[in-house]
Nanobody
Framework: QVQLVESGGGLVQPGGSLRLSCAAS????????MAWYRQAPGNQRELVAK???????NYADSVKGRFTISRDNAGNTVYLQMNSLKPEDTAVYYC?????????????WGQGTQVTVSS
């Protein structure tokens, strides 16, 4: 099992920046990808950015050029640098880990951190 703890959310003005962090613990050697998702009120949860254990990244079209996903060398912590924030970026942001164990794929989630973009 993997435990994920997010931090770094908060209130920011349009055009501002925030950096989210997600610290993983537990069976981290079984993780092959980590991602950030977000869910705004009344909307489905959507993928924001993903990074694989090989370092490959992909982003939602709505955040390309503004958000950057990265991880530390140990692979224990994943970051989401968010620049040029817009009101439509307001959502609860969730950290996700995909892992494989005994031939099965598991998806672990953090509790989420609120990001509010407002003047």
């Amino acid at each position: 099992q993997v435990q994920l703890v997010e931090s770094g959310g908060g209130l920011v003005q349009p055009g501002g920046s925030l950096r989210l962090s997600c610290a993983a613990s537990g069976s981290i050697s079984s993780i092959y990808a980590m991602a950030w998702y977000r869910q705004a009120p009344g909307n489905q949860r959507e993928l924001v950015a993903k990074i694989t254990s090989g370092g490959r990244t992909n982003y939602a079209d709505s955040v390309k050029g503004r958000f950057t996903i990265s991880r530390d060398n140990a692979g224990n912590t994943v970051y989401l640098q968010m620049n040029s924030l817009k009101p439509e970026d307001t959502a609860v942001y969730y950290c996700n880990a995909d892992r494989m164990w005994a031939g099965l794929i598991y998806h672990d989630w953090g509790q989420g951190t609120q990001v509010t973009v407002s003047s």
